[in-house]
């Protein structure tokens, strides 16, 4: 590259007969080089240009106009260039370091789907509202019991990052219940102390305090479904070309709140089929606009999909997501999408 641009110049110059004026062109060739190659090219770069000015100036003599000082010049701008290059790749290996503590943290908070159980296999798809971050305000987890499997999914009061700290305190909570809690109020009961622990704890350092509002299931061999509804969105049935909401009757206080109710948390049931897909997911599916301002018709669309598996179900509904809001989501979302795999005896 360094020859056949050094060439393209002094030919060119030559031609015109503007040596003297195309040269100093050379001095942003090491800054051009800083932007995408290593330390050693930039160097070598910045090495060629004042050999090869320096060379045309020897030759020309005071023709080319150019003395000392401009020499002083191309040599300083190719020190700037090449720890500019250093520059840059200290913080590329940075980011790329970054990223990778990310990923695993997202592995860690954040299960990898599918997963599947002795009950059901999970499906679906997680996309934070915040560019580049990896995990935001919505969860979900999917625990493997002696009792049966325990499903949460939750949405975390605020966007994005602000929303971590909370998120973490509710699933090691939901970890922990969903094996030591036998009824599903047990394992919502729980959960609410770790919400109501992290609020005290966010309140002592001036942060602010956060509900949650989570759908918690319990799904083992049984037809029905046990399900604790705390102010979530209730769970979408999908089969045979229809879709329809699960009826929990009125919804349970926000994860946070409970201490403003008069009575605990109770689970619910519905039927869930052995031939049927349930769609699980947070605000940002049912509150997405598009660019007029009209909400997302999730229904009507779920129906349109019936006949797609559960993967397929989901990844199509976030591709019609993104078409139907230009991209322009204002929130966290979460899908998941449960079958029943008849694995447990």
């Known amino acids: 590259m360094l020859l056949v641009v050094t060439v393209a110049v002094l030919g060119l110059g030559l031609l015109v007969g503007a040596v003297d004026r195309l040269v100093p062109l050379l001095i942003f060739l090491p800054a ?16 060629w ?36 290059c250093r520059y840059r790749i200290a913080r590329e290996e940075e980011i790329h370091r970054l990223r990778s503590a990310g990923a695993a943290l997202q592995s860690q908070i954040v299960r990898p789907l599918p997963v599947r159980t002795a009950d059901v296999v999970v499906d679906g798809v997680y996309e934070p509202v915040e560019e580049d971050a990896t995990v935001g305000g919505d969860m979900y987890e999917v625990v493997d019991t002696d009792h049966g499997t325990r499903v949460m999914i939750a949405d975390v009061q605020g966007k994005g990052l602000h929303a971590i700290g909370a998120a973490i305190a509710l ?25 109501v622990r992290h609020n005290e704890g966010a309140r002592r350092t001036g942060e602010y305090e956060r509900f ?10 049984r037809v029905e479904v046990e399900a604790v509804n705390c102010g979530h969105i209730a769970p979408y049935l999908v089969a045979h070309s229809h879709a329809w909401q699960a009826d929990l009757g009125e919804p349970e206080l926000p994860l946070g709140l409970g201490r403003l109710a008069d009575k605990r948390r109770e689970a619910v049931r519905f039927a869930f089929p052995p031939d049927a897909t349930m769609l699980l997911c947070t605000d940002g599916v049912t509150e997405a606009r598009d660019p007029r301002g009209a909400f997302y018709p999730l229904e009507p669309r779920l129906r349109a999909w019936a006949r797609r598996s559960s993967s397929a179900l989901a990844e199509a509904l976030l591709d019609d997501l993104h078409a139907f809001t230009a991209a ?8 998941l999408t449960l079958r029943r795999s008849g694995s447990r005896h």
Request: proline share 0%.
């Open 212 to 221: 949650v509002t989570a759908l918690v299931l319990h799904i083992d061999a």
């Open 32 to 47: 051009v080089i800083s932007g995408v190659g290593s330390v050693a090219q930039t160097t070598t770069a910045s090495v």
């Open 49 to 84: 240009v004042v050999a090869v000015i320096g060379f045309v100036v020897a030759s020309e003599g005071e023709g080319i106009g150019m003395d000392l000082g401009a020499m002083t010049f191309t040599a300083l701008f190719g020190v700037w260039s090449v720890l500019s």
């Open 171 to 195: 699933l090691g909570a939901f970890r922990e219940a969903a094996h030591r809690e036998r009824s599903l109020a047990g394992v919502v009961e729980a959960l609410e102390t770790a919400v």
């Open 328 to 335: 322009d989501f204002g929130d966290d979302l979460a899908i």
